[in-house]
């Protein structure tokens, strides 16, 4: 039987890989990291690069294993979850890894200026209801420019049609760079290829999306620094779930 959830958080209390700061702890501690994770955690000036919607941290912990010579950080809410990828960082020696347990609404809190390269969203969850919370919308650009490097990149992995529409429509109104994009990733020859790096870790959830008929989609973009940013307006047809076997609970066929 797996530890329970107040095992884990016993166990990330201790993990020098993992900081802790959600809504009730940042409110009334600065994050003195912001700025300094170069040389306070990972002492060196490789580049660093964010999963935001980290989950158990398999991305994180693979993109690390496949690029030593960049740090990366996951970054979620779910301290029971990421405790699988902390701790196999742990025992696998992985010093490129680290795990910021946080609202991803507050991220600007934890990152300085030019401080992040890249930022992968990996099966976000698409929150057709409410466009201030997709985690690509307009929204959480402004905020991803605040520490992204200027034309930083970022990175959209995902199974909802309506997610990688919405994305691929939000992109397309502020004339932000494309730099790859497909509605089918394991369509795609991937020998040699450009997506060979979308399409090299896969999930225990992507396995079961894959196994279920669903579509991978993948777009990969630059963000700008400059320039006003405004939400499309435009309809887009509704997902048919929210996640793994669960049907969606709005009787909507199409939302903004």
């Known amino acids: 039987m797996g530890k329970g959830k107040l095992a884990k ?20 501690v600065p994050f003195e990291m912001q700025g300094h994770w170069h040389e306070k955690y990972f002492h060196n000036q490789n580049p660093i690069v964010l999963e935001l919607g980290c989950g158990k941290g398999e991305y994180t912990v693979e993109l690390a294993k496949r690029h030593p010579d960049i740090n990366f950080i996951g970054v ?48 976000s969850d698409p929150q057709m209801k409410n466009p201030r919370k ?12 605040k520490f992204l490097v200027d034309g930083g990149i970022i990175h959209l992995k995902t199974d909802s049609n309506f997610l990688f529409t919405y994305t ?6 502020n ?16 020998e040699d290829s450009d997506f060979s790096e979308a ?18 989609k993948y777009l990969k973009w630059q963000l700008p620094r400059n320039g006003e940013l ?15 076997h669960r ?8 939302a903004r």
């Open 9 to 28: 958080f016993a166990d990330m209390e201790t993990y020098e890989n993992v900081f802790q700061y959600p809504y009730s702890v940042v409110e009334h």
């Open 76 to 123: 979620d809410i779910k301290g029971a979850r990421m405790w699988t990828g902390a701790t196999q960082a742990l025992n696998e020696g992985l010093k490129n890894v680290a795990f910021l347990r946080t609202n991803i609404e507050i991220i600007e809190r934890f990152f300085a200026e030019d401080e992040v390269q890249e930022i992968w969203l990996t099966f």
């Open 134 to 145: 997709r985690l690509t919308s307009t929204y959480f650009m402004q905020r991803y420019r």
């Open 168 to 173: 691929t429509y939000m992109v397309g109104h």
């Open 175 to 190: 004339n932000l760079p494309i730099l790859l994009r497909t509605t089918d990733l394991y369509a795609e020859d991937l």
């Open 199 to 216: 399409a090299s870790i896969q999930t225990y959830y992507e396995s079961m999306w894959i196994a279920r008929g669903l579509n991978i």
């Open 230 to 244: 405004s939400e499309p307006d435009v309809e887009i047809e509704l997902d048919d779930y929210r996640s793994y």
């Open 247 to 254: 049907s969606k609970r709005s009787s909507l066929d199409k």
